[in-house]
């Protein structure tokens, strides 16, 4: 397949295509974007920009598709998508590659922290496509028996972030593929390598045209969000993005699903272990070169602890090693992109006065998009890098007093995604639990993600759920029954 995505391992700039009902399409007017290795800053691919055209032909087919993948069974869906988590197993190593090379992700961090989580993803929501429930049926009215039915919504438009292209991917289309519904999947523009591998894989176990992959910029974009087929519309990506897609989705009263932007709070008492909890904030900090959105990038620190603590996470910060896919021992590679890495950059640069950057933040090399990870001490509430997500490898420390005030700093911001609590005192963890006003609190941990379990925040974080039976019941509707039998 000379144009598939597992092209791009050649020396060559190489041409990436759509996967439209089931085979790779080529573009309608032929534009392409470079797509560039963030660990050399070199392109290697050339990926579609497509147009309205584009998408409006990606839309018959995931209509065309959904209308023969509602109409199968649960059975039918879990075997599917077993055995697209099979063949992706199988394609492992191969994934990997593609991904650390359009990412820059060290090859280790990515097998053990992004595929096997993956894995599980795909054979958690074939599981769950067997448990959808309604109500049970009853006679709530005289001669009539009413019941509820769980239906798949119809095609789906999704976009996700060049963070983490193939788990993002993962995360949305498998819920929505299990339902019964048929997907048109727009990756970032930096990173849709991994994601057109994903969908030619998934094609040997689908009808064509229910599982769509359109390339292409936030025109692109538009075009898929103000389509007017699509029933639900799902984006990962910023809080610009997402409120760019609720005002169009309005238009058309389309159902949406939002998981945004971030600035996870990190409330560490002191009578947590420095060292410890140093070591692992510092860890979740800078996993992904901090471009995640649950990131732990803003540290509020007990004042009798905060000197010591900022030089412990300092002092992590300074160990933690980076490098490309194949250096060893790597733990963070680079940012994504050039835009992102001035981005950053910036954010250091207008540090404040009474603020310090405490270690990092320099540019390392000249080729590619490394920076040294970096704490970042003394900035006050309503400063910049507290209020705005900075998506860099980036920790801020502020001090507090009490809990009170700590609840007080923690929330005060426009995000609601995620926050942790570090002490060991039972009572105050799960009464600073229940006091944080975000999605997920995790108690002296920061990141672990499960199958299981929800994941989704507040406010500027967006609305709706990913992961878990909350998950996929985004992607169906509810449907009242009644029948008259006096």
């Known amino acids: 397949m000379c144009q598939g995505p597992s092209t791009p391992t050649g020396r060559d700039p190489s041409p990436l295509l759509n996967f439209v009902a089931g085979s790779y399409t080529?573009?309608?007017?032929?534009?392409?974007?470079?797509?560039?290795?963030?660990?050399?800053?070199?392109?290697?691919?050339?990926?579609?920009?497509?147009?309205?055209?584009?998408?409006?032909?990606?839309?018959?087919?995931?209509?065309?598709?959904?209308?023969?993948?509602?109409?199968?069974?649960?059975?039918?869906?879990?075997?599917?998508?077993?055995?697209?988590?099979?063949?992706?197993?199988?394609?492992?190593?191969?994934?990997?590659?593609?991904?650390?090379?359009?990412?820059?992700?060290?090859?280790?961090?990515?097998?053990?922290?992004?595929?096997?989580?993956?894995?599980?993803?795909?054979?958690?929501?074939?599981?769950?496509?067997?448990?959808?429930?309604?109500?049970?049926?009853?006679?709530y009215l005289r001669d009539h028996t009413s019941y509820v039915r769980r239906e798949p919504i119809g095609v789906c438009a999704q976009v996700t972030p060049w963070n983490y292209p193939m788990v993002m991917a993962v995360w949305k289309f498998a819920p929505a593929i299990a339902a019964g519904n048929a997907v048109v999947l727009k990756p970032?523009?930096?990173?849709?390598?991994?994601?057109?591998?994903?969908?030619?894989?998934?094609?040997?176990?689908?009808?064509?045209?229910?599982?769509?992959?359109?390339?292409?910029?936030?025109?692109?974009?538009?075009?898929?969000?103000?389509?007017?087929?699509?029933?639900?519309?799902?984006?990962?990506?910023?809080?610009?993005?997402?409120?760019?897609?609720?005002?169009?989705?309005?238009?058309?009263?389309?159902?949406?699903?939002?998981?945004?932007?971030?600035?996870?709070?990190?409330?560490?008492f002191d009578d947590a272990d420095i060292a410890t909890t140093a070591a692992a904030v510092a860890a979740a900090g800078y996993f992904n070169a901090g471009q995640d959105c649950t990131a732990a990038a803003r540290v509020l620190v007990h004042e009798r602890i905060a000197d010591d603590f900022t030089a412990a996470l300092a002092a992590a910060a300074k160990n933690t090693v980076v490098g490309g896919p194949d250096h060893p021992g790597a733990f963070l590679g680079p940012v994504n992109n050039a835009v992102q890495l001035d981005r950053v950059r910036g954010f250091l640069d207008r540090v404040p006065g009474h603020a310090e950057i405490v270690t990092g933040g320099r540019r390392i090399g000249d080729r590619g998009y490394f920076l040294e990870p970096a704490v970042v001490a003394g900035l006050h509430q309503h400063d910049e890098m507290i209020q705005d997500e900075v998506f860099g490898p980036v920790v801020t420390v502020q001090r507090f007093t009490g809990e009170d005030q700590a609840v007080r700093r923690a929330n005060d911001v426009r995000f609601g995604l995620s926050a942790s609590v570090w002490t060991r005192d039972h009572?105050?963890?799960?009464?600073?639990?229940?006091?944080?006003?975000?999605?997920?609190?995790?108690?002296?941990?920061?990141?672990?993600?499960?199958?299981?379990?929800?994941?989704?925040?507040?406010?500027?974080?967006?609305?709706?759920?990913?992961?878990?039976?909350?998950?996929?019941?985004?992607?169906?509707?509810?449907?009242?029954?009644?029948?008259y039998h006096g």
Not at 49 to 61: G, R
Not at 202 to 221: K, M, Q, S, W, Y
Not at 440 to 448: G, Q, S
Not at 466 to 476: A, I, K, N, V, W
């Open 188 to 268: 970032a523009e930096t990173t849709p390598v991994t994601t057109l591998l994903l969908a030619e894989i998934a094609a040997e176990f689908l009808p064509p045209g229910v599982f769509n992959v359109i390339c292409g910029d936030r025109d692109t974009g538009r075009a898929l969000i103000t389509h007017p087929l699509p029933q639900l519309v799902s984006i990962t990506g910023s809080t610009r993005a997402g409120m760019e897609v609720a005002a169009s989705a309005a238009a058309d009263l389309k159902k949406v699903h939002l998981e945004l932007g971030g600035k996870a709070p990190v409330v560490v």
């Open 427 to 483: 009572g105050r963890a799960l009464r600073m639990s229940r006091r944080l006003d975000f999605g997920a609190v995790w108690i002296n941990t920061h990141l672990p993600f499960v199958s299981e379990m929800p994941h989704g925040g507040f406010g500027h974080s967006g609305y709706g759920k990913d992961l878990s039976m909350y998950g996929f019941e985004e992607y169906t509707r509810i449907k009242h029954v009644m029948s």
């Open 26 to 139: 080529a573009p309608a007017d032929g534009r392409t974007s470079p797509v560039v290795n963030p660990s050399t800053g070199d392109t290697y691919a050339h990926a579609p920009v497509s147009s309205e055209q584009d998408v409006a032909v990606a839309m018959e087919a995931a209509a065309a598709g959904f209308e023969v993948w509602r109409d199968t069974t649960p059975a039918d869906r879990q075997r599917a998508l077993l055995r697209i988590a099979g063949a992706v197993e199988d394609r492992a190593e191969e994934i990997i590659a593609a991904e650390c090379r359009n990412t820059g992700k060290p090859l280790e961090a990515t097998r053990r922290e992004e595929m096997a989580p993956l894995l599980d993803e795909l054979r958690f929501f074939a599981g769950a496509a067997r448990m959808l429930e309604g109500r049970s049926a009853g006679e």
